[in-house]
């Protein structure tokens, strides 16, 4: 994790290009929709926000396994063991999306109002929604490496691991909108942890076979 931070501080191209585009996509949004704080319909608050997010998400992760080259991973290949790699790749990954995340929410909020009626449930559905990406989509980034059209590749393998993660993640957040019984969220809850425990595991255990490859 240590190397990944001191690569993302010695590149930070990466990390301005990607708080740019979220920066510029939220001040899109307020341009076209022409709307004063605490005035958009909470619906179309909620899913423009997850749109936003889900394309930061890939925009930041996608990049973990895409752009290394060949000799690097031969390289890492004599000094660690690949679980260690996709392990410190998933909570960098997981890290870095928290940051964009809770960053992306504090200037919504700004610009397009907060009618969040459960400011902890949504909090926690954030951070759980920063582990799913960063979990399924650093696993399909290093399968996706292995092919010459890469970012084809990972829209589509993307997609359907990402579509029930999405399902439950705005289904909770809604709930956190409407203020509902945090009760009425556990069983979501629950369904995006089992997720995130599949596919992490999955990733801790078919991950070497894919490097050795």
Partial sequence: MKKEVLLEWRQRYAINGILLYLVSTIFICYLSFNVKANQLNPVTWNALFWIILLFTAINAVAKSFIQEKEGKFLYYYWLI???????ARILYNALLMLILAVLGFVMYSLVLGNPIHDPLLFVINLLMAAISFSS???????????ANNNQTLMAILGFPVILPMLLMIIKISKNALDGIERSASYDEMLTLLAINLIVGAVSYLLFPYLWRS
């Fill in 81 to 87: 063991k690949p679980q260690t790699l996709i392990v």
């Fill in 136 to 146: 399924a989509l650093t696993m399909i980034s290093a399968i996706a490496s292995k």
